[in-house]
């Protein structure tokens, strides 16, 4: 079983940092991309930040400059480091990962999501 938990969400004002990090844990053969996602109430979730497994990062417009995403791949972890928060960053994120695994006698991938963890900006 796969399981990606997420960590460092919380209460900040705005201006503020934090840090959120995300571990996969399980049976995993490599992890492809890593990303992370977040959603405010009544809105659908929306992409904030990718990482290939090559280090190759991607990010929405709203975030760039401010936020940066990495990973270290001997640890099955990726991070997000969020600085100069706004109120409008307030949401719950969600860790997203791309996992090969073996099974029934093949590599096979499968998209896995975090538990969420909520950040709060307060103004």
């Known amino acids: 079983q796969v399981q990606l938990v997420e960590s460092g969400g919380g209460l900040v004002q705005a201006g503020g940092s934090l840090r959120l990090s995300c571990a996969a844990s399980g049976r995993i053969f490599r992890i492809n991309a890593m990303g992370w996602y977040r959603q405010a109430p009544v809105k659908q979730r929306e992409l904030v930040a990718t990482i290939t497994s090559g280090g190759s990062t991607n990010y929405a417009d709203s975030v760039k400059g401010r936020f940066t995403i990495s990973r270290d791949n001997a640890k099955n972890t990726v991070y997000l480091q969020m600085n100069s928060l706004k109120p409008e960053d307030t949401a719950v994120y969600y860790c997203?990962?791309?996992?090969?695994?073996?099974?029934?006698?093949?590599?096979?991938?499968?998209?896995?999501w975090g538990q969420g963890t909520q950040v709060t900006v307060s103004s």
């Open positions: 997203n990962a791309g996992i090969m695994k073996y099974g029934l006698g093949s590599l096979y991938e499968s998209n896995y």
